[in-house]
T-cell receptor, first 111, second 112 residues
Framework: EDQVTQSPEALRLQEGESSSLNCSYT??????LFWYRQDPGKGPEFLFT???AGEEKEKERLKATLTKKESFLHITAPKPEDSATYLC????????????FGKGTSLLVTP | DVKVTQSSRYLVKRTGEKVFLECVQD?????MFWYRQDPGLGLRLIYF???????EKGDIPEGYSVSREKKERFSLILESASTNQTSMYLC???????????FGDGTRLSIL
């Protein structure tokens, strides 16, 4: 059975304090690992797709990396507007095109 | 940009009512999905559809049904609403395998 575990559950950073969020997964036949950002009261907003170990994607202060067992979302010099819940999801195995989501990491960046 | 539109942001209904949640996407995507999101439980898949008139059960289909008569529209139906169906409901659409799902802004449904 596919499993996705995100850590930490919550993270508080000072503005400019870089850190990483972790997503550990087990899935047979990974088709893709997806990162989303979700603001309160809104739907998840797509950030990145990673398809194979060693792949990296970047967007502004965010960089996502992938190994065979986990993915990291690195946040460099975060700003308060980066505060959100970050969700990781995998597609693969017997789930067809459905995504299996982790429970998310709630990030708060203070000035 | 992909746009997924859910018909209501907030909805209040009474127990036993039949409730319809509507979702429309504008990207000609084959795949559409309904999730519910609850604190501490994350996103859970209710139903999904790969094509018009086709549907597949997700992880928690009990108490729900769906309808997809047109490619761009996917409806979630609560046959007889109950208080434990109070939740945030999210609709998504995607292209083929390995493609990201794009979400609407959700419907916060309260069943009284």
């Amino acid at each position: 059975e596919d499993q996705v575990t995100q850590s930490p559950e919550a993270l508080r950073l000072q503005e400019g304090e870089s850190s990483s969020l972790n997503c550990s997964y087990t899935v047979s036949g990974l088709r893709g690992l997806f990162w989303y950002r979700q603001d309160p009261g809104k739907g998840p907003e797509f950030l990145f797709t990673l398809y194979s170990a060693g792949e990296e994607k970047e967007k502004e202060r965010l960089k996502a990396t992938l190994t065979k067992k986990e993915s990291f979302l690195h946040i460099t010099a975060p700003k308060p507007e980066d505060s959100a819940t970050y969700l990781c999801a995998v597609q693969g195995g017997n789930s067809g095109y459905a995504l299996n989501f982790g429970k998310g990491t709630s990030l708060l960046v203070t000035p | 940009d992909v746009k997924v539109t859910q018909s209501s942001r907030y909805l209040v209904k009474r127990t036993g009512e039949k409730v319809f949640l509507e979702c429309v996407q504008d990207m000609d995507h084959e795949n559409m999905f309904w999730y519910r999101q609850d604190p501490g439980l994350g996103l859970r898949l209710i139903y999904f559809s790969y094509d018009v008139k086709m549907k597949e059960k997700g992880d928690i289909p009990e108490g729900y049904s769906v309808s997809r008569e047109k490619k761009e529209r996917f409806s979630l139906i609560l046959e007889s609403a109950s208080t434990n169906q109070t939740s945030m409901y999210l609709c998504a659409s995607s292209g083929g395998g390995g493609q990201p799902q794009h979400f609407g802004d959700g419907t916060r449904l309260s069943i009284l």
